[in-house]
């Protein structure tokens, strides 16, 4: 009985000390992170680590696959990178280099080793990073905000204009091109001094820049303006459509229209 119980507790030692000794590979990160989203950088720099049960066991050489989708992945298809086995302890900062990867490539990868005995571990578990946008043309999205300072005539002589020296009127404005015609939900004007902001004045949107068929978002042309707190004043856009937004001023709380400086912000949705 008792040879058969050490037969036993030896054979399973056996088993054991297999097992331990086997190498893996785990904590992939690719540019210090996990499995990280929207990469800028051309060559991602990958690491992983090896673990094993033996004592003083070492990388001595690894094999990274890259694919576009996990099945190919799992399947070994790997259409973006494969290493090859290269005779390497490197296991941080491993540049990949692959196929050039474009804006917005999910690339999905894996890595195996061998041990200083010359043994292949498993593959890792998989892990996947995707890329950023690399390019300027690259970016396709359109602002739906436009900011723009309103700044005397001697300053941006372009887009602001003061009325004639012969004429009645008195008066300034200046245009807001928002690019293409969006519903305003509210327009906000600045300034810097309380002491320059306009007290008679008109907000309008247009669909053209020659204001023909203008609407009016805020008017008070015929009557002063005293500002609500400090600071940026709103006035509802209403949903009005419009490209061209016009702030005219006939009167700030300086003498001369336009004097001093004004933006402007519109708030407005895609309808």
């Not at 050490?6 to 088993?15: D, E, K, P, R, T």
Request: charged residues 25%.
């Amino acid at each position: 009985m008792n040879r058969t119980i050490s037969l036993l507790v030896a054979l399973n030692a056996c088993a054991w000390s297999g097992i331990a000794g086997a190498a893996s590979v785990t904590g992939l990160r690719c540019e210090y992170r996990k499995e990280p989203l929207g990469l800028d950088v051309a060559r991602p720099r990958l690491s992983w680590m090896m673990n094993s049960g033996r004592r003083g066991d070492f990388q001595s050489a690894y094999q990274v696959l890259v694919a576009r989708t996990p099945e190919k992945l799992s399947l070994g298809q790997e259409d973006l990178w494969d290493s090859g086995k290269v005779e390497s302890r490197d296991s941080i900062h491993v540049p990949y280099s692959g196929v050039p990867l474009d804006s917005r490539t999910r690339c999905y990868w894996k890595v195996r080793v061998w041990d200083n005995g010359g043994k292949a571990s498993p593959w890792s578990a998989a892990s996947f990073w995707t890329m950023g946008l690399l390019k300027p043309e690259d970016w396709k999205a359109h602002w739906i905000t436009a900011s723009r300072w309103f700044v005397p005539p001697a300053l941006r002589p372009r887009g602001f204009v003061t009325a004639p020296s012969d004429s009645p009127d008195t008066y300034a404005w200046a245009d807001v091109d928002l690019g293409t015609c969006l519903a305003a939900d509210a327009v906000q004007l600045y300034s810097p001094e309380a002491a320059s902001f306009p007290v008679r004045f008109k907000i309008e949107g247009s669909d053209t820049l020659d204001f023909d068929r203008a609407k009016t978002i805020a008017d008070w042309s015929a009557r002063d303006y005293h500002m609500a707190g400090g600071g940026p004043q709103d006035f509802a856009g209403h949903g009005i459509r419009a490209r061209y937004v016009r702030l005219t001023i006939a009167r700030s709380s300086e003498t001369a229209p336009g004097s001093g400086q004004y933006g402007s912000i519109v708030r407005s949705e895609e309808r």
